[in-house]
């Protein structure tokens, strides 16, 4: 059975690591990878912590690059990969274009796709943009979905997708979380080293989907900032700012020279574990990070106006703290002051899966595509 596994920004590559790392060490399975690196440093970090080498690199990353310049060279840079390796199976994650578009691309040439982290929704088109409709399109391309979650299931059962086609797996991302949290770390990072985790507050901060640019950031990052200022004594910010530059620039603005807020520069995975491990609470619009921090034990804000993530919701870790600056502060706030809000959301548990969804995934395609059938 011959896979090829596409992806090409950093939370796809995390979440797909464990899975390729799973392929290549099984001697039933071909594993191709390929890369578009729509992120370049952020991928290679990845790539790197994982020991991960392409096979090809489409290498499509321009800075400021739209979604329409990512789409064309996607598109056109998977043709002639697709062509010549002719895989059983396409496995492609999440919902970042990269993801719809190979998907797309693997269409075109009648070659079969498996959709990793299937049936995530929100329902509304343009939040988050443009990853709602790139996973509902992947979805109704995919061939095989593998579902983290019971209610990822149920999405995709209501757009009438076949049940057979479904396996509910678990999150990969518990799996590459517990490959690298556990393990002994000391920073490197020369601000993390400086940081008293120990008597201060540590909020971790990561701000960046693209329908937050602009006036919503400016909400989030004004309430970060006012909290910074008024419990200067107690509570440290570290914000590992995206490399966007549209996010750079907004970051600097609201945030540059508060002294207990430090715009460091994207982190590696293990030390950014690391981070999330020590850090009293998390702010964030990722939607990676909603997963690893329950996982963790650790009360998330999420800085959105909805969430394709309720699970940990349910479980009490997460709180949608929406995306106007006094909401934010008030909410950041309570658990800053009020001991018995934190206790409340503190507690680790997982809603995301048991760290074996990569096995899962594999037996799944070899019961469907094991022994020569295609799409
Ligand atoms: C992309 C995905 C989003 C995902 C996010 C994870 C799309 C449309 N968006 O958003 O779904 O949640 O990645 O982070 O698929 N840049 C660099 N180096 C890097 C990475 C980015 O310089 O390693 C800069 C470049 O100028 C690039 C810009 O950031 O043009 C934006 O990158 P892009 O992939 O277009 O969008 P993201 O907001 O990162
Ligand atoms: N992450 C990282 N270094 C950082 C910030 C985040 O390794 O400096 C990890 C984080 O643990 C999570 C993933 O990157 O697994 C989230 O990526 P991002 O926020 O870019 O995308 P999203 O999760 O929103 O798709």
């Known amino acids: 059975m011959k896979v090829m596994s596409v992806f090409g920004t950093r939370p796809e590559a995390i979440k797909m690591a464990p899975l390729v790392r799973a392929l290549q060490d099984d001697p039933d399975v071909e594993s191709v990878l390929c890369v578009t690196a729509q992120h370049r440093q952020m991928l290679d970090q990845v790539l790197d912590l994982f020991e991960l080498t392409p096979d090809y690199d489409l290498n499509i990353m321009q800075p400021n690059q739209t979604i329409s310049m990512i789409t064309a060279n996607v598109l056109t840079g998977m043709e002639p990969v697709l062509q010549k390796e002719k895989p059983d199976v396409v496995l492609v994650?999440?919902?970042?274009?990269?993801?719809?578009?190979?998907a797309l691309a693997c269409f075109y040439q009648q070659i079969a796709v498996g959709h990793v982290e299937a049936g995530l929704r929100t329902y509304d088109k343009y939040s988050p943009f443009?990853?709602?409709?790139?996973?509902?399109?992947?979805?109704?391309?995919?061939?095989?979905?593998?579902?983290?979650t019971e209610r990822n299931r149920q999405n995709l059962l209501a757009e009438s997708i076949a049940d057979s086609k479904i396996a509910i797996t678990g999150n990969t991302v518990i799996d590459a979380l517990?490959?690298?949290?556990?393990?002994?770390y000391e920073f490197e990072d020369e601000t993390l080293k400086t940081i008293d985790f120990e008597h201060k507050k540590v909020i971790t901060v990561t701000c960046h989907r693209r329908e937050n640019l602009g006036e919503y950031m400016a909400h989030i990052f004004s309430a970060i900032a006012e909290i910074a200022r008024?419990?200067?004594?107690?509570?440290?910010?570290?914000?590992?700012?995206?490399?966007?530059?549209?996010?750079?620039?907004?970051?600097d603005e609201f945030l540059k020279g508060i002294d207990n807020v430090h715009l460091i520069e994207p982190l590696t995975y293990q030390p950014f574990v690391n981070l999330m491990a020590k850090s009293y609470f998390i702010l964030t619009d990722?939607?990676?990070?909603?997963?690893?921090?329950?996982?963790?034990?650790?009360?998330?804000l999420v800085v959105r106006r909805e969430t394709e993530r309720p699970e940990a919701i349910e479980a009490g870790t997460a709180k949608l703290a929406g995306v106007e600056k006094q909401t934010i502060y008030a909410m950041a706030k309570e658990?800053?002051?009020?001991?018995?809000?934190?206790?409340?959301?503190?507690?680790?548990?997982?809603?995301?899966?048991?760290?074996?969804?990569?096995?899962?995934?594999?037996?799944?395609?070899?019961?469907?595509?094991?022994a020569g059938e295609t799409c």
């Open 335 to 370: 658990l800053l002051t009020d001991r018995n809000a934190y206790d409340a959301m503190a507690h680790a548990v997982n809603p995301y899966g048991d760290g074996h969804a990569c096995e899962r995934i594999v037996a799944a395609l070899k019961s469907r595509f094991g």
């Open 130 to 148: 443009p990853e709602e409709m790139n996973r509902v399109l992947t979805g109704h391309i995919a061939d095989i979905h593998f579902a983290p």
């Open 93 to 102: 994650h999440g919902d970042t274009s990269t993801t719809f578009v190979t």
């Open 230 to 251: 008024e419990f200067k004594d107690e509570v440290e910010v570290v914000y590992p700012v995206h490399l966007n530059p549209k996010v750079r620039a907004e970051a």
């Open 178 to 184: 517990l490959q690298v949290a556990g393990k002994p």
């Open 286 to 300: 990722s939607g990676g990070m909603q997963e690893e921090a329950p996982a963790l034990g650790k009360p998330v």
